[in-house]
């Protein structure tokens, strides 16, 4: 009768665990599905402000290099940075 019961308690053992591990599974595919579609909607909607404010930038490094010297305009590099 006790390994009657031993078998059963590893067969219930083998079935909660083979649960919590496909169940974990579906939960992580679940979360990383959630948030490509967040990222995606966050992009979509700040496309146009990404763009402006890249513009942005553009124009402020090249100010920058304009009101520079030429001898120390060719050592800020495309970003506005200085060498």
Known sequence: MII???FLECNVTLLVYCHVYYS???R???NVLGDSFGAGIVDHLSRNDLALMETVE???NASKRDS???E???AYTDDG???
């Open 4 to 6: 009657l019961f031993y």
């Open 24 to 26: 974990d599974r579906f």
């Open 28 to 30: 992580t595919a679940i």
């Open 58 to 60: 553009v124009a402020n």
């Open 68 to 70: 520079t010297s030429g």
């Open 72 to 74: 120390e305009n060719a």
């Open 81 to 83: 940075c200085r060498m």
